[in-house]
């Protein structure tokens, strides 16, 4: 039988996760049916999650952890102060965090390790306490940013005043100028805005260390448990394409592809084109096509060995063009390959056409190994 080892239980952090969705799920249906919600206290929820996811996939991720870009005092201002309102720890601890989890993404010392769990890559990692708890020596670079350092030092009433306190104030002061009670607009500040909003951004984030290590696509690699997932990068403000991710961590894209919804990726985008931001980190189109090509014909080969097999009972031709197709998989990716070793420039028409001819090979041979199993 399971014994809580009750000695490593961070009963802080516990009792604030589990207080705060005890509160979000029994006291706001409550307050909602009792009082129903305005277009103000929407409107600050809406803001106030805006402003905290942003704060975490701009400030906390691409600009502290991975370095994908230089940002300006003011938006490394913004994104802390609104970053610590995600009750998320600082942001030193937070980059210390996922830096070690991209180092060691899947093993021990990864801090959310997805073979220890679901459970324990979604909130289990913060509930039991590290043991031995890793050291902080991979946040050197940051402990020399002053932002950072200020943070670090206040983050709980960073996030208690600006997270918590204003919005229960904005909502009292609301109430009162329109003539209503402002002791239940204080209240419905301090649920919606405040304590849901809370527990929406932190499982959200959450979500991509458990889920995204789960369920989803891996165009790109493989080699480790992420995956991408268009469902989370809509609820995380474009974090879901977690396989590109761990396999371009400095890139300050998400969603690579056009259609992809990253407004992260926009907005770091929109922020350098008004001198907020610089030196934005991009992986060539060339390299990332290379990581696609690679995958797919590792796809390929897997489904050509359940389709070829002796006892498959599969006919001899659709065994041939399986193979050649593989082969022109393969073809081309040792040319690409080859090109961007030696840095050729590539045409996108030429990117394009491997691409399109990659994806209808690995389209081509998954269909032809259903319907052999059908």
């Known amino acids: 039988m399971y014994r809580i080892p009750f000695d490593r239980v961070n009963w802080i952090t516990s009792s604030f996760l589990i207080g705060t969705a005890l509160i979000a799920l029994v006291g706001l249906p409550v307050y909602l049916v009792k009082f129903g919600i305005d277009w103000f206290q929407f409107g600050m929820f809406a803001f106030y999650l805006t402003a905290t996811m942003m704060s975490i996939t701009v400030g906390y991720h691409r600009l502290f952890s991975h370095i994908s870009f230089k940002a300006k005092w003011p938006v490394r201002l913004i994104t802390l102060v609104f970053g610590a309102c995600a009750f998320e720890n600082s942001c030193l601890d937070w980059a210390s965090d996922h830096r070690r989890h991209h180092k060691h993404v899947d093993h021990d010392d990864d801090p959310y390790d997805i073979s220890k769990g679901f459970f324990w890559a979604h909130i289990g990692w913060l509930i039991f306490k590290l043991n031995p708890e ?94 991408d997932s268009a469902i989370m990068a809509f609820l995380t403000f474009g974090e ?8 371009f961590q400095h890139d300050y894209r998400n969603g690579v592809k056009p259609w992809q919804w990253d407004p992260t990726k926009w907005t770091i985008w929109l ?104």
């Open 134 to 227: 890793p050291p902080m020596d991979n946040v050197n670079d940051l402990r020399k940013d002053k932002w950072v350092m200020w943070q670090h030092r206040f983050v709980q009433w960073i996030g208690l005043v600006v997270g918590l306190i204003i919005p229960t104030a904005l909502g009292y002061v609301w109430n009162h100028y329109n003539g209503m009670n402002p002791w239940t607009g204080a209240l419905g500040g301090f649920l919606i805005a405040g304590v849901a909003r809370i527990v929406v951004a932190q499982h959200c984030t959450f979500f991509i260390n458990s889920l995204c290590h789960t369920i989803g696509r891996q165009p790109y690699s493989s080699d480790h448990s992420a995956r």
């Open 240 to 247: 879901g394409y977690h396989n590109y991710h761990h396999e």
């Open 271 to 374: 922020l350098s084109k008004v001198g907020l931001v610089d030196g934005l980190r991009s992986v060539p189109d060339s390299r990332i096509l290379l990581a696609e090509m690679r995958q797919a014909r590792l796809t390929a080969e897997k489904h050509l060995a359940g389709l070829c097999a002796p006892d498959a009972g599969c006919a001899r031709r659709a065994c041939e063009t399986a193979q050649e197709m593989i082969e022109r998989l393969t073809a081309n990716y040792h040319e690409l390959e080859k090109a961007v070793a030696e840095r050729v420039e590539l045409s996108r028409g030429v990117l394009r056409h491997w691409q399109s001819e990659t994806r209808h090979i690995v389209r081509e041979i998954r269909r032809m190994a259903s319907v052999q199993t059908a």
